[in-house]
């Protein structure tokens, strides 16, 4: 089977490969009521923040990847306006209130076991609130560029904080 699901997730018959008659693609699809499992990516939405000159990060206190670190970041919730989770997510794991500035970049990854995920970061300036270790998070800091945490988990992470460096030396951020 392709994609995640054997069953149907409305009428639990069996899924089945099929190439549709409108793509070149394989997809499970259901025979009973023809449901079409398209397995998009999930959006997950984080901050790039600074505070004198020095990133925050938060350290994973769950599976996957637990104890690495990572922008502060979490999935999209149904309804819920992107640049809204930005500062739910940012409250959540480092007690830190933001305002959004801008976006700041879009990534794609493929190696969360549970998703491929799309990235969405947000550049935001701290307004209220001191830096406090949340409930999702066993650690939260701020970091220098040059001193960051070598164990950073997920490609999209890793390839956002290149672009940070990158911005930052050309004077950009
Ligand atoms: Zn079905």
Not at 44 to 60: D, I, N, P, T, Y
Not at 80 to 94: D, F, G, L, S
């Amino acid at each position: 089977m392709i994609g995640k699901f054997e069953y149907c997730p409305l009428c639990a018959a069996r899924l089945e490969d099929r190439r549709l008659d409108t793509e070149d693609k394989m997809r499970p699809v259901c025979p009973r009521c023809g449901f079409i499992h398209y397995d998009n990516p999930t959006p997950a939405a984080g901050v790039v923040l600074f505070s004198e000159g020095q990133l925050l990060l938060v350290q994973r206190k769950h599976e996957p990847r637990v104890g690495m670190w990572t922008l502060p970041a979490g999935f999209v919730e149904a309804g819920e306006e992107v640049p809204a989770c930005v500062i739910r997510e940012t409250k959540e794991e480092t007690n830190i209130d933001t305002e959004i500035i801008r976006l700041f970049g879009v990534y794609s990854a493929f190696d969360d076991p549970r998703a491929s995920v799309i990235l969405i970061l947000y550049l935001a300036r701290q307004i209220a609130g001191e830096l406090e270790c949340g409930d999702d998070a066993s650690d939260a800091g701020f970091f220098d560029l040059d001193n960051l945490p070598k164990d950073i988990a997920f490609r999209a992470h890793r390839a956002a904080l290149a672009d940070i460096k990158k911005q930052v030396v050309r004077g950009l951020l």
